[in-house]
Nanobody, 128 residues
Framework: QVQLVESGGGLVQPGGSLRLSCTAS????????MGWFRQAPGKEREFVSA????????YYADSVKDRFTISRVNAENTVYLQMTSLKPEDTAVYYC?????????????????????WGRGTQVTVSS
């Protein structure tokens, strides 16, 4: 059974930074891309970032490009999301996501339907 557990959320002032972590278990972590999504109150869940199996192809939503950095350490079964220059509009619950198919291509990274495994989420609040 695949399990994803996020951590690292919290309250931060605008312009601040946070690092989210997601630790996976239940399958061979290094065989799969991994993604991050977020959901703000009253809005649909949206793509934030994803990374391929070995970490050399990151992909970002335009809204976070140049501010967020995704990375992974396969030996630790963990994917990270380093968030900098945070804005109030980044406030949301952030979810770690694992795809169903280990052959999911980059073209599908932002497609929420490709992900079959989700963590419970971690709250990120950006406010002064």
């Amino acid at each position: 059974q695949v399990q994803l557990v996020e951590s690292g959320g919290g309250l931060v002032q605008p312009g601040g930074s946070l690092r989210l972590s997601c630790t996976a278990s239940g399958r061979t972590f290094s065989n799969y891309a991994m993604g991050w999504f977020r959901q703000a109150p009253g809005k649909e869940r949206e793509f934030v970032s994803a990374i391929n199996w070995n970490g050399n192809i990151p992909y970002y939503a335009d809204s976070v490009k140049d501010r967020f950095t995704i990375s992974r350490v396969n030996a630790e079964n963990t994917v990270y999301l380093q968030m900098t220059s945070l804005k109030p509009e980044d406030t949301a619950v952030y979810y770690c996501a694992g795809p169903r198919d280990q052959n999911m291509g980059v073209i599908s990274y932002r497609d929420i339907r490709e992900y079959g495994y989700w963590g419970r989420g971690t709250q990120v609040t950006v406010s002064s």
